[in-house]
């Protein structure tokens, strides 16, 4: 060896530690990403139901996908189930393309709105299912049975049929039987829209319980908003066969992205380009969310930094925790205002249809909504 070989060989192996450090990076990213849909679509004849989708989940956490009937929402998590193909596009399940697997090979299981139960078969023999069909030794399935009874807080209900429970444990049950086959990535698809009000938010709470307990990916469709904000790490906001929209909960009901997702995402007033110039000198449309509001009384002074609109109440909406009007405003745009009820039970409220007020808020308040304006509509036209 030269002496004039020697940086060039110190020069290579820099570089291949250089690779050999790019491709650690490389392979922690993938590990991090239990989904990894890229350029993923699907029609029905001339539908499009999926619009080149791309879109990583992560592992470990429970993934919410929100919208409308018809978004798109429900024909992504078939196609990651399987129980669709796509019509373009890619899905790896932990770096592994499974585009073309089968359902039944793909580390994944689903829990759907109706159970899915056995009628004929005892609580135990239902979630035991999955495991008698891989032919596990008895023994064995009863210890993982009793285990995952118990994770779903139902192991008195072992020896009961599905008719017996109410609809809550019968949800719990088709967890139960889902998460015994130990998925990598569990699908919900609207698990929860068979059950009334208040079982359905109990069964909200639990839902988020068991899957923190297990730390399996859990990936939910829905069309329901406050159950999308209550249980996700992340929301994606599904609109006309694309995402309008994905972050944490707080993030987009703070600070949507598009006009759908504010308006979709809750209650809001938006207000356009036009009015939001008058008010706030930003020629764009802002979201005002009804409980960033507050009414005043019409002679009071306004604050510093904040916007007063005289108006007169239109309508009162007494909704238990709080209450809804909407104000008629000089600005010529009817507003919705919530506050709490936060008087005594045998307290009439202050404010009244047909009363004079003033709406305050502080301009920070109103958040601009990115890429709307008047200058970029007259361009789009």
Request: charged share 25%; glycine share 8%.
């Amino acid at each position: 060896m030269t002496h004039s070989d020697t940086p060039n060989q110190g020069f290579d192996l820099g570089q291949s530690r250089g690779r050999l450090h790019e491709e650690h990076t490389s392979l922690l990213k993938t590990a991090d990403v239990a989904v990894s849909l890229q350029g993923l679509a699907k029609h029905f004849g001339d539908l499009t139901a999926v619009k080149d989708l791309d879109m990583d989940i992560r592992a470990g956490e429970f993934f919410s996908m929100l919208g409308p009937s018809g978004s798109g929402k429900t024909t992504v998590l078939r196609m990651i189930a399987g129980f669709e193909e796509p019509s373009a596009g890619k899905i790896l399940l932990h770096g592994t393309d499974v585009t073309k697997s089968a359902p039944f090979d793909r580390e994944v299981n689903t829990v759907f709105q109706d159970y899915a139960l056995f009628p004929h078969l005892t609580i135990a023999e239902n979630v035991a299912y999955g495991l008698t069909v891989r032919k596990m030794d008895k023994a064995t399935r009863a210890k993982l049975v009793g285990e995952a009874l118990e994770q779903v807080r139902l192991s008195h209900v072992a020896d009961r049929r599905p008719s017996q429970l109410s609809g809550g444990q019968r949800q719990r049950i088709a967890l139960a039987r889902a998460l015994i086959l130990r998925p990598k990535v569990l699908l919900l698809d609207e698990p929860l829209g068979a059950l009334d009000k208040q079982l359905r938010e109990q069964m909200q709470i639990e839902l988020k319980q068991i899957q923190r307990e297990v730390g399996i990916t859990f990936i939910f469709v829905t069309h329901d908003q406050e159950e999308a904000l209550t249980l996700s790490d992340r929301v994606a906001v599904f609109n006309d066969g694309k995402i309008e929209q994905v972050g944490a909960p707080r993030e987009v009901y703070e600070f949507p992205k598009t006009e759908f997702v504010a308006s979709f995402l809750g209650v809001t007033n938006l207000i356009d380009a036009e009015l939001s110039q008058r008010l706030l000198g930003d020629a764009r449309s802002h979201s005002l969310r009804p409980e960033r509001i507050v009414l005043a009384d019409a002679s009071a002074p306004a604050e510093l930094g904040s916007v007063a609109l005289a108006g007169t109440i239109a309508e009162t909406v007494y909704a238990g925790a709080h209450t809804r009007y909407l104000v008629d405003t000089d600005a010529g745009m009817r507003f919705i205002v919530e506050t709490q009820n936060s008087h005594t039970p045998r307290t009439e409220p202050s404010i009244s249809r047909g009363d004079n007020v003033s709406l305050r808020f502080q301009t920070d308040h109103a958040m601009a909504i990115p890429g709307s304006g008047t200058v970029e509509k007259r361009d789009a036209a």
